[in-house]
């Protein structure tokens, strides 16, 4: 019924590590979405990403999967809403910027780089480490190559 009054035909929304919602539903307000978060909340631990699709006028569809993020501070100022960092198994580094490969970069954005191929290299020798800023905060996940 909380969803009978919007006209969108799919809304998405990730819960955060702390259980904070960010939705991206242009009609769905905070309310509804909280909600949607809490049921599938009760199975699922934070954080998750998950989509609602309309099956009909007062049926829909839920669903949500667990993602591997963690929240970290980078550098004010970068200018960037995602910034991508692989190294591959060869050492070769490539820095994508809000999907621009990039080879020059400095200041904050040049530290927030260098931070994510630290971030990188903790875990794994061969690996794309990337940071996307959600709602003001930087979530990162880390995955082999």
């Known amino acids: 019924p909380d969803l009978a ?3 969108d035909p799919e809304m998405s929304f990730s819960v955060l590590p702390d259980g904070s919602v960010v939705g991206s539903g242009a009609e769905c ?3 509804v979405l909280e909600r949607l978060a809490g049921f599938l909340g009760e199975r699922l631990v934070a954080p998750f990403d998950a989509v609602a699709v309309r099956q009909g006028a007062l049926r829909w569809a839920l669903a949500g999967r667990r993602v591997n993020v963690e929240q970290i501070e980078l550098p004010g100022g970068t200018g960037a809403n995602e910034i ?3 190294i591959g198994p060869d050492g070769s ?3 994508v910027v809000d999907g621009q490969e990039r080879d020059a970069f400095e200041g ?3 530290e927030a780089v260098d931070a994510l191929e630290r971030f990188g290299r903790a875990r794994h020798c061969e690996f ?3 940071a996307a800023n959600v709602a003001g905060r930087w ?3 880390v995955d082999p190559l």
Do not use: N, W, Y
Request: glycine content about 4%.
């Open 5 to 7: 009054g919007t006209t």
């Open 29 to 31: 307000d905070a309310v």
């Open 84 to 86: 991508m960092v692989a």
């Open 93 to 95: 580094r490539t820095v």
């Open 108 to 110: 904050s954005l040049a």
């Open 128 to 130: 794309v480490a990337r």
């Open 139 to 141: 979530e990162l996940t």
